[in-house]
């Protein structure tokens, strides 16, 4: 953090007595690391280093947050937050409600009717910057868990003054539900005409409403039938919070969570954490900030089946179905592969068996998108992406579809685990028919990259072509010269490539996180040099001393090689940190192959480097790797695993008749089995199968 800006919100004078700041990320130590990671770049252990930073400071332990809701200056605050009513009223019907509100920023809510936090009859005064309704007026709206419907939205006579004090008066007598503003009566609807699909509340309590806005309150009185009191206080006691129902407000953040970035939005994200759960399982193994970040997003899912894709650290879990928390079909898709990524990297069964209503009503959701051809179809209100800032994306779009595709196959290694075969062979059928659909219809006849939609030939994408090599999408003999064309048809700066080309007319900057997925397509093809160049040409310029150096990975890069959306960046972006895993998943060469890393690959990559080492964290124990080649005097490398895993170990071979030597020694023996072999012509690597609970050494002459 370099600044804090306070500004006063309307005339005044202010005096600083102290200044200071409440650190709610994670404060990782050297003991924190179970995994790590050392090579003769020091360029590379840098952006190791920075990217685990980078999603560290993204992660916020539970019950983390001050409350929403507190005094301040002997009014009650309501910062953010959700919604919170008088425990005291569920059951009050005709009554009066007033108070007075200030608003500090967006707008003031407030709710009457409402039998629960989640239900009832909701207005917003909205200031000139008011994002919920119109501008300048009163907003009101029917809502429940799966509901919300507008009833109003009244533009007030006279602008809404942030800053000023207003008088609110809402009068519920029988089905007639009217407001005042400073004694004037503004807007009036009545429960017996409601739209259809609004609920109709009969009886409920009053509270205020939070939800992006900032707002203060005083004064509030409740008088029910014949001017008795049924509540009254001035909201200037501490406890007075106590008096109102939400769980959000005695613990603001009720799980341990990873958000999209320590700045702006700090919202759990489905897509970021495609990227921040590998860099989690390869660096502190926090597993329990991945595993309450999924069943957060889980929670949310639209009565359709699209699960929750953006949902604030603050939200209590919810109960099926929710609404108001979908982004896109892509991003829903993508909570399905970060659970299976999840039990793959942890063996959590148990995780996997109580979230799996959920992914089949996402299946069940994704399947009514496909089309004819058998591709799934996005529109304008469920095809948006990663890059927001480009619109959605409709037709049959490649990407999504490749990501679909790795939806169903994980689906299915799920169900097998689950012991549904029957719907894992179902899932990897409808697999094998998508990835048919997508080679015949999105790939580029001329350049045989994939295209960015159906809508939109002749066009070239970077996500659907790495992900298209990277899940198996593409035939496999044909991913080196995929990833060459690509990296020469993409238009290019010096920063690294832009995501589409130039005829797509999107936006011109770097993308961080898919430039990651067209470095793990790269290493997958076997193109380690132009993996390893593209990871110092992307993350090298973001790490590298100078005025914009902030020792973590940023959202965007702008083609002139600045903060890609100025000022208002994101400069410590968890879906940037796709270096870190990157590097240990490829460059030191540690996979899990089956859930919990009960099987499991060392494949080293080593390019141009002279060495590397490192650890990385599994559920059964650590597997340290250490390696190092020098020009013509052959390889070595040395593999400790975990006991109870079984392992292969794949080493690149420079030469025929080159002589392999493996010895295996276990626990307390300094010698153990020994094997010597000889490669044959055209070998360019070699699988050796293993046990867990050894030191392996690799030795390979080259003669």
Do not use: C
């Not at 609404?323 to 829903?332: L, W």
């Not at 380690?528 to 992307?538: I, K």
């Not at 100078?546 to 020792?551: A, E, F, K, R």
């Amino acid at each position: 953090e370099r600044y804090e800006r306070i500004t006063l919100a309307s005339p005044g004078r202010v005096t600083l007595s102290s200044v200071g700041i409440h650190f709610t990320a994670v404060r990782a130590t050297a003991k924190s690391f179970k995994g790590w990671f050392d090579s003769s770049s020091p360029a590379l252990n840098r952006i190791w280093y920075d990217g685990a930073y980078t999603t560290q400071l993204d992660e916020l332990p539970a019950r983390a947050l001050p409350s929403p809701w507190h005094i301040t200056s002997g009014d009650l605050e309501t910062d953010g937050g959700n919604f919170g009513i008088l425990r005291q009223g569920v059951s009050w019907t005709d009554y009066t409600v007033s108070f007075d509100t200030q608003i500090v920023d967006n707008g003031a809510g407030w709710m009457v009717r409402a039998p629960s936090p989640s239900s009832g009859y909701l207005f917003y005064l909205g200031d000139a910057t008011d994002t919920a309704g119109t501008p300048d007026s009163l907003q009101e709206i029917a809502f429940g868990p799966n509901q919300y419907v507008t009833l109003g939205d009244v533009r007030l006579p006279g602008a809404v003054v942030a800053g000023r004090w207003y008088q609110v008066t809402t009068v519920v007598s029988g089905g007639e539900i009217t407001t005042s503003i400073d004694g004037r009566p503004v807007a009036a609807f009545n429960t017996g005409t409601l739209p259809t699909g609004a609920p109709d509340y009969r009886s409920g309590s009053v509270g205020f409403a939070a939800p992006g806005t900032d707002a203060l309150f005083r004064d509030l009185m409740v008088a029910g039938p014949g001017s008795t009191t049924l509540f009254a206080d001035r909201l200037s006691r501490p406890a007075v919070v106590a008096d109102f129902d939400d769980p959000d407000l005695g613990a603001p953040d009720p799980l341990p969570v990873i958000m999209d970035g320590a700045k702006r939005d700090r919202v759990v994200w489905s897509g970021d954490l495609g990227v921040e759960g590998p860099n989690v399982y390869d660096t502190t193994d926090a597993v329990a900030f991945m595993r309450g970040s999924l069943a957060l997003l889980a929670s949310y899912q639209d009565a359709s089946g699209e699960s929750g894709s953006d949902v604030p650290p603050a939200m209590a879990v919810g109960t099926f179905p929710e609404i108001g928390y979908t982004y896109s079909a892509s991003y829903s898709m993508d909570e399905v592969d970060n659970i299976a990524t999840y039990y793959l990297y942890t063996g959590d069964l148990a995780f996997v068996r109580a979230e799996w209503p959920m992914i089949d009503r996402e299946l069940a959701y994704n399947a009514s998108l496909v089309d004819s051809r058998g591709l799934l179809v996005t529109n304008a209100l469920d095809g948006l992406d990663w890059d927001y800032y480009d619109g959605p994306k409709t037709g049959e779009v490649s990407a999504y579809n490749d990501i679909y595709y790795a939806t169903l196959l994980d689906a299915a290694t799920m169900a097998d685990a689950l012991g549904s075969s029957d719907e894992a062979n179902s899932d990897r059928l409808a697999a094998s028919r998508l990835r048919a659909a997508i080679n015949r219809y999105l790939v580029d006849p001329t350049t045989g990259l994939y295209v960015v939609s159906n809508l939109e030939p002749g066009t070239v994408a970077q996500d659907a072509t790495s992900l298209a090599v990277l899940f198996g999408v593409a035939p496999s003999d044909q991913d080196a010269t995929i990833m060459t064309t690509l990296a020469r048809t993409l238009p290019t700066t010096a920063y690294g490539p832009l995501p589409f080309s130039a005829t797509a007319g999107y936006r011109r900057a770097i993308s961080p996180f898919v430039t990651s997925e067209e470095v793990q397509a790269l290493f997958d093809a076997g193109e380690t040099a132009a993996a390893t160049s593209l990871l110092g040409r992307v993350w090298g310029h973001m790490d590298a001393p100078g005025p914009n150096d902030t020792g973590t990975d940023w959202e965007l890069v702008a083609a002139d090689g600045s903060p890609g959306f100025g000022a208002y960046t994101s400069l410590a972006h968890g879906w940037a940190s796709g270096a870190t895993p990157d590097l240990s998943t490829f460059v030191l060469g540690v996979q899990p192959v089956t859930a919990g890393y009960a099987t499991w690959t060392v494949h080293p990559h080593p390019g141009s480097l002279s060495w590397a080492e490192g650890d990385v964290p599994t559920p059964r124990g650590t597997i340290d790797v250490r390696w190092a080649q020098s020009r013509g005097a052959g390889f070595a490398l040395q593999v400790s695993s975990p006991a109870r895993t079984r392992g292969t170990i794949v080493v690149p071979v420079a030469s025929t008749g080159a002589t392999v030597t493996v010895t295996s020694a276990g626990p307390g023996r300094s010698r153990g089995s020994r094997r010597v072999l000889t490669t044959a012509a055209g070998t360019s690597q070699l699988s050796i199968a293993v046990s867990g609970g050894t030191t392996d050494e690799v030795d390979i002459t080259h003669h």
